[in-house]
Structures are given as structure tokens and as C-alpha cells.
């Protein structure tokens, strides 16, 4: 049973994201206009852990550490979509963009029961909100690259494509030192052989997909989110859940419980796969 006060403070940020929860899911909504002058240009091989979260603006501040870089893991496939599952362990992966508010909460409640995740930021996100990716590490989770704006990066041609991997890659270079631990495409489960391409280029060993979907960007209700995964998810998965949604918010802390409950224990996919 979640206890009162903690339930209360849940739904308090549920209600106040509501009206920032739209246009952040993978492939509800119509994708934003990409201006010819936001397309980055290839990460500065210059660009290291000194570089900072102002680069844009001639400020420098150097990043607190550098976070953890991308690692091959021998034997896994270059696409990942799930880990051991003899460990009893799962990894709740999170799609980073929308309200501040909810994605410190659901950090928070996390944090609460012990559980670490993987939040995969779109670059946009980043330069509105830079301070959660510090945030993000502080807590113990990866971090990793979604995407500059979260267009389906499988429509767009290679040029278009290797920008919207090396655009979020510099912004996450930028704030941590490192372009992240992971890289996810948008608004697709599964990279085709050209950005798993790509995303190598970049740096990314492997590609991260999943294999239990939430859909709580479909706002389908808290109940049915924890339905949804509990029902799915068993050792090794790797679930794909979204920041920005208030049925999430209201969903983890009886997702949570329903692991513990079947001795499964929320790591980050890092660990999940070491």
C-alpha cells in the first residue's frame, strides 16, 4: 500500500504536469519543424570535458565530472532490446523531454524505493532544461542520447540522420564531459541497419531498443500502466516509459511495489547488462 502523503505528493505533480504532457510521446504526436540553422554539425573533436553547458553563448563552466561514455558489451547484439534473465533484474528506460516537475518526481520516487533507470534525453530538452542532466547522473542513472528533436530519425536521409545523433550527442558532451551511456532513435522501437550505422559513428557501440512498452504516452491511466508492464516484463526486460506523462508519475510507485513484490529489482541498463 503507498502510504497517503506519499501518494498525495505524486498526484500533486501529476496534476501540475498534465497541461506540459503533450507532444513527448515516440509517435502520437506530428514532430516539430527542423530550421536549417538548428542542424549541428559534427561533434568538435576538441569538445571534452571541459566544454560546457553555455558553449552556445561563449560561457564556459566545466562539468561537476565526466559521466560514464558508451560501452561495447561483448556478445550482445548491436541492437540491445533486453538483458540476462537469470539476474532478476529489469531496467526502466525513460524517454527525456516534457514538464521539469514530473521528471524530478518520477527521479525522486525512484530514488525513494531504491531503484536506479535510464533516461534517454532529447537534445531539445537539454538546452531548455541542462541542469537535469546533471540531476539525472547525481541520482545514480544513465544518461543517454534520444535524439536532437525527436523526428523520426528513420525517415530522415543519412546527413539528417548522423545530425540528429551528433546534435544531442554534443549537447550531452557539453553538460557531462561524455555523450551519454546510451543511444535510442525516436518515434521507433527498432534502428534500421543505416542509424545503427550511424550511431556507431558517433560513438555508440550499441543501440538501445526494449521490449516491454508502457504506452503510457497513450494516457491510457496509471492502472493500466502497471497492468501493462506487470503482465510483460519479466527478468532481463528493458521497459520503455516517457517523462512528461502524469499517468507515470502516478504509475511508479505501484510499479515499483509490484516488482519488489516479484523479487525484481530496478537497475540501469548498464548494470542490467554487466
Known amino acids: 500500500m503507498i502510504p497517503i502523503d506519499r501518494r498525495s505528493a505524486l498526484r500533486a505533480a501529476a496534476g501540475a504536469a498534465v497541461t506540459g504532457a503533450l507532444s513527448t510521446g515516440c509517435s502520437d504526436t506530428a514532430p516539430p519543424s527542423v530550421k536549417q540553422s538548428e542542424k549541428p554539425s559534427e561533434i568538435p573533436s576538441d569538445a571534452g570535458p571541459g566544454a560546457s553547458a553555455g558553449a552556445r553563448t561563449g560561457t564556459a563552466r566545466p562539468a561537476a565530472r565526466t559521466a560514464p561514455p558508451p560501452r561495447r558489451f561483448p556478445g550482445q547484439p548491436a541492437e540491445i532490446a533486453h538483458g540476462p534473465r537469470d539476474r532478476s533484474r529489469v531496467a526502466l528506460t525513460f524517454h527525456g523531454q516534457g514538464d521539469p516537475a514530473t521528471a524530478t518526481a518520477l527521479l525522486s520516487e525512484a530514488e525513494r524505493a531504491g531503484a536506479r533507470v535510464t533516461v534517454l534525453a532529447v537534445g531539445t530538452w537539454l538546452d531548455e532544461q541542462p541542469a537535469l542532466a546533471r540531476r539525472i547522473l547525481d541520482g545514480g542513472h544513465d544518461l543517454g542520447n534520444h535524439t536532437l528533436h525527436h523526428i523520426d530519425i528513420s525517415a530522415l536521409d543519412e546527413a539528417a540522420a548522423y545530425a540528429e545523433i551528433t546534435g544531442c550527442a554534443q549537447r ?4 557531462t564531459g561524455s555523450v551519454g551511456t546510451w543511444f535510442r532513435p525516436s518515434r521507433t ?21 526494449y521490449d516491454v512498452d ?10 493500466t500502466v502497471v497492468r501493462t508492464v506487470t503482465e510483460e516484463i519479466r527478468d532481463g526486460s528493458v521497459v520503455s516509459l516517457h517523462f512528461g506523462y502524469a499517468d507515470t508519475v ?8 509490484a516488482l519488489e513484490r516479484r ?8 548494470e542490467l547488462l554487466t
Request: a positive charge; glycine letters at 6%.
Open 172 to 175: 550531452l558532451r557539453r553538460l
Open 189 to 209: 522501437q527498432h534502428a534500421t541497419p543505416l542509424v545503427q550505422r550511424l550511431a556507431r559513428r558517433a560513438g555508440y557501440p550499441h543501440t538501445l531498443s
Open 250 to 257: 502516478a504509475a511508479l510507485p505501484a510499479l515499483l511495489d
Open 214 to 223: 508502457s504506452l503510457d504516452f497513450t494516457s491510457p491511466g496509471a492502472d
Open 263 to 270: 523479487g525484481l529489482r530496478a537497475v540501469t541498463t548498464t
